[in-house]
Every structure is written in C-alpha cells, then in structure tokens.
C-alpha cells in the first residue's frame, strides 16, 4: 500500500469513528440531558433536577430554608443557587449537582439571580445598591469570580436578570431605567458599550441566549418571545399565563419556561419550529419554577467558533493527515 493510500485510509477510519461517535451521543442526548429548577411542592422553596422529559424528579437540596435561581456550572458538577440560610439574608450560593457541600459565595442582604457564565469563570447576579434600604433600592449587576473573589459592579445603574452570551463575552440584562418600562440591554463583559436592544411600551423580563448566541429568548405580558440578538425580528411562542422564564435547550431547537396557565406553577417546553408544548412539571400547586437546561457531553456546537462541531474536528483531522 502507497503512503498516500495509508493515509487516506487512516483519514477514512477516522471519520467514521467521529461519524458513529456523534450518532451514538445525539441517540443518548434527551436521556442525558438534565434540567435543575424549583419547587414549592414541599411547603418551601427547594432544587430539584429531572430528565429533559420531565422523568426522575430528584430533589437535591433538604432543608427548611429557602432555595431558589439554580444555574448550572457549565461542566455540569456544581450548580449555583440562591439562598437564605445564612441569618435570612438571600445570598448567592454553589452546591455540587447532588445537593452536597453547600459553599456561600456573596456576603449581601439580597443577592438573586445568578448566571454562571459559559466558560466556567464568572457568576452573574443582581443585587441591591443600597441594603440599608432593601424595599425602594433598585437591583444593579455584579460580577464575581466563580468562587466568590474579585465582586465587583457591572454597571452604574439598575439592572436585573443577568444571562451571559455563549461566548462569555457579553450580559444580557433587564432595566427599566429610561422610560420605566423594563426593557433589555446588551453589556460587554467588562461593562462597556451598553445598548438597548428593545424600545416599546410593554415589560421585557428574563432574556436568555440562544447556544448559537445568535437569539435572545425573553418574557413579555403572557408569551415567552424570540428576538435577534440586536433586537430585531422579535415573534412570539407562546401565549399561556405567567409563561416566563425562558431556558433553551442545548441544541437551540426547544425552550423550556415556567408557567401557570393550568392554574399553578409548572414547567414547560416548547418545540421552537413546530410549536409544540410539552408539560415537564404539571400544575396543580406551586411544583415547578426557574428551569435551567443542561446537558452533559454534547457535541453540538454553535457556529461562533465557541465549541468545536463534530465537522469541524474532522476538519482538523483531516487537515493534519493530508
């Protein structure tokens, strides 16, 4: 066999090795894929983690406190949390995804929100300006090292519901400071070039990136919408009572979003092209809020370069055989 033939026989096999690698991941992905989240079913708030279709329930967090706002650490072994066990204070907490080692991370009276951004660096989260006045000061956006060095404020004026771009590069976030109207801002990681990215007379709440970080999912009145990531093109989803909290799904084609449109607090998917609603967490009562999706070990990417696509490793390879 010539040199040229052995290596293009080497390129081939691995190819197919790559090829039955990412069919057999995608075959596995609703069985791994997890979503962590909310519920009130046990009398107060506590975290609990269930399978992409809504299957094995797991509560992960005991106690008589509150605990709410779960995120996942992106390698999916933590997950960062609110809560108010150190002397009723709500503060920013990190657990590992089974519910053990409880670490607090923020020292405030009133810490909420976290985000964990995509690269596995920084948190996220609102917090109030002035704690001295916790009822009429507004909400600004901190930064912190993931394990709760170097906080800092992201910006001067008010802002909530912080949710990082899928190249960590960028904060989406909630303000209402111009007109009143909560609206939705774009900031640069280090908290220059702010801009406004919506401009009309109707609430914005809780924005979220699409993986491609080309879309922006948020909640406006009663439907959950999808926007370019500049603002344009904004359509809506869905129209049910309280559907908020929009989280997508790995692969960008579902978002899953609380809601109360069967008269309690459940949790709900939507298939983005077909439009399809799927109940995860059913109503009655206060069972499910605050969804957040992750999924260990996948293989679809984005286009921006942030993860390496399946084709794109064959690329490579194949670039370093020729």
Known sequence: MSFKAGRLLATALVVSLLIQMHIAANGHTAARTKIVFTSMRDGNGEIYVMDRGGRNQKRVTVNRVIDRHPTWSPDGKKIAFVSNRNKGYLQIWVMDADGWNPFRLTNG?????????????????????HPKDLDNSPHVIFVMDADGTNERQLIGESGSSPSWSPDSKRIAFVSGRDSNINQIYVVDAD????????????????????????????????????????????????????????TWSP?????????????????YTIDI????????????????????????????VDRTGNHITIWGRLKEIARGLR
């Open 273 to 300: 092209k077909r439009r399809i609603i799927h109940t995860l967490v059913p109503a009655p009562g206060l069972r499910g809020v605050e969804p957040d999706w992750f999924y260990p070990g996948q293989l679809a």
């Open 109 to 129: 009276l009133l810490d909420i929100q976290p985000d964990w951004s995509p690269d596995g660096k920084k948190i996220a989260f609102a917090a109030v300006l």
């Open 191 to 246: 908290g220059g070039h702010q801009r406004r990215i919506t401009d009309d007379l109707v609430d914005k709440l809780t924005p979220s990136w699409s993986p491609d970080g080309k879309r922006i999912a948020y909640s406006s009145g009663n439907g959950i919408y999808v926007m370019d990531s500049d603002g344009k093109n904004q359509r809506k989803l869905t129209n049910g009572m309280g559907d908020e909290h929009p």
């Open 251 to 267: 692969d960008g084609d579902a978002i899953a979003f609380q809601s109360f449109r069967d008269g309690g607090a459940g949790i």
